[in-house]
């Protein structure tokens, strides 16, 4: 995929909506850093925080929500710590997050290895899933186990949260979001997905008879999890999917997303360019029932404007309880 950077989302989505509390960015002192549980699921380490006013609401009978964001370092990089360094810059601006809508905010330190660059981890692309190395292999699993310990340790002090929760990815984090979403149905709110590399993932087995494998759509998605969607949750599960209509950060075209035989079906089947395919997108989520709102922004290329930021603010708002 073209290496463009990306913007510190949790800032930019969210900053300019909370009045001026203190623009100074939160310490360690503030969230947490939970260390790798392989009994309990997950092999990497997780952040956390949970803002004071969550913390001493703790009569409160409806239980808070976890916000979401899959970690995206915008490059392969096999020492663990650079991801991590990544996730922790984003954690100091957390609070505007949850500030502006009074939600704790979980962050991943997944890998991106340089070694085994076809694996796009923080894409939860197909190697990812199927890998024989257990270190990269499903990870939405273990997300899946972050969130249970953070709701399972966070009981313990007396504080409650929804097992469903808010996600938010854009570019690569947005791939995993949509992704995820599709795998784990029963454990989303609300997913807002910005500029899914390219292409979401297609509710849809066939189109025009040809066989949609993962990640391009869930024709093959039993061989690869082990499963068959559950189409009737995921379709009770609000979607915002968004990009510009400039946008040319396609990861179709590159080996670390996609293998030769996805490639040379989605050229000629569903376009050249992201904003070619769409309209397609569209249409298969709405023929699927899913509740999706796809929006195309004028004039912007591979970034987040301030109109789409509050468009996700909006959004998320209205799926907190």
């Keep these: 995929m073209t290496r463009i950077a990306i913007i510190a989302l949790l800032t930019l989505f969210f900053v300019a909506s909370v009045s001026a509390q203190s623009v100074a ?14 009994d309990r699921g997950f092999g990497y380490a997780y952040y956390l925080y949970i803002p004071a006013s969550i913390k001493d609401n703790k009569t409160r009978k409806e239980p808070f929500t976890i916000f979401v964001a899959p970690n995206n370092t915008g ?15 984003r954690m100091k601006t957390s609070w ?3 500030a502006a809508l009074n939600v704790a905010v979980l962050m991943p ?21 199927m890998t024989e190395k257990k270190e990269y292999r499903r990870l939405d699993l273990q997300l899946v186990a972050m969130i249970d310990d953070a709701i399972s340790t966070a009981k313990k002090d007396g504080v409650r949260f929804d097992k469903k929760v808010l996600l938010n990815g854009f570019s690569a984090s947005g791939m995993f979001t949509n992704r995820f979403t599709f795998l784990h149905p029963n454990r989303v709110k609300a997913a807002a997905i910005g500029s899914p590399g390219g292409w979401p993932i297609a509710p849809v087995e066939k189109h025009e008879d040809k066989l949609l494998r993962y990640p391009i759509g869930i024709g093959d998605l039993k061989a690869v999890v082990g499963r068959q969607i559950d189409m009737k949750a995921l379709k ?19 080996g670390d997303s996609y293998d030769d035989v996805d490639r040379e079906l989605i050229m000629p089947l569903l376009g050249k ?9 569209e249409k298969l989520y709405k023929q699927a029932g899913l509740n999706a709102e796809f929006r195309a922004y004028k004039g912007v290329e591979h970034t987040v404007t301030l109109e789409m930021r509050d468009d996700v603010r909006a959004f998320l708002k209205k799926y907190i309880n």
């Design 109 to 129: 330190v997944f890998p991106r290895p340089k070694a085994d660059w076809q694996i796009y981890t923080h894409a939860l692309d197909r190697d990812s899933m």
């Design 96 to 98: 505007a997050v949850a």
């Design 25 to 38: 960015q939160l310490t360690e002192k503030d969230y947490v850093r939970v260390a790798a549980k392989p």
């Design 273 to 281: 360019k992201p904003i070619d395919r769409w309209p397609i997108a």
């Design 236 to 254: 009770k599960v609000p979607l915002f999917i968004f990009i510009g209509d400039k946008d040319e950060n396609d990861s179709v075209p590159f």
């Design 75 to 89: 490059k392969v990089d096999d020492d663990l710590a650079v991801h991590e360094d990544d996730v922790v810059r």
